[in-house]
């Protein structure tokens, strides 16, 4: 796999510790922007989000170039699980599902990284491109907590 993907997968969440380092809990829960997202709710998206994203990629081993849809939050039953938990409970179920999602991930084969799936919007992409896809993302909703920490000044 190439590099980039592997170091992402590998060390990308670890932005997100840097980021919230001396945020006080209340700044991490509070709604900056109205109608937008805290930075607990964005990280704990991002966890959900991953335990998603892990069971389409098992399809896409499982089927042949199966329609996985598109992930809608407000469709998610799970999501509000995560929402309930504390940011630190947020941050560590996601590191210790990270581990192995990325482990998983990175030792796959070059025939196993070319199957493919159909995103609705999207169309038709290889699992190497899903994971770009997930990686992407994940960076723009770390970009949204680094946006809402400027407001904690």
């Known amino acids: 796999m190439e590099t980039f993907l592997t170091e992402s997968l590998l060390h990308q969440y670890e932005e997100i510790l840097f980021l919230l380092k001396d945020l006080p809990d ?7 922007i109205p109608e937008k997202w805290s930075i607990h709710q964005n990280l ?3 966890g959900r989000y991953q335990e998603v994203f892990h069971k389409r990629m098992e399809k896409i081993m499982l089927e042949d ?6 992930y809608v939050h407000t469709e998610d039953a799970g999501m509000e699980d995560w ?6 409970e947020v941050i560590e179920k996601t590191q210790a ?3 192995a999602f990325a482990q998983q991930f990175i030792s796959f084969s ?3 990284l070319s199957r493919k799936g159909i995103h609705t919007l999207l169309g038709s992409m290889q ?9 992407l993302h994940e960076k723009h909703h770390i970009y949204t907590i ?3 920490k400027m407001h904690f000044r």
């Open 110 to 112: 070059p025939e196993t």
């Open 83 to 88: 929402f309930s938990l504390s940011t630190q």
């Open 65 to 70: 170039t199966p329609d996985v849809g598109r």
């Open 26 to 32: 209340d700044f991490i829960l509070a709604n900056h």
């Open 97 to 99: 599902f990270r581990k």
């Open 127 to 135: 699992m190497k491109e899903w994971l770009h896809f997930f990686i």
């Open 44 to 46: 704990a998206h991002l």
């Open 146 to 148: 680094f946006k809402l």
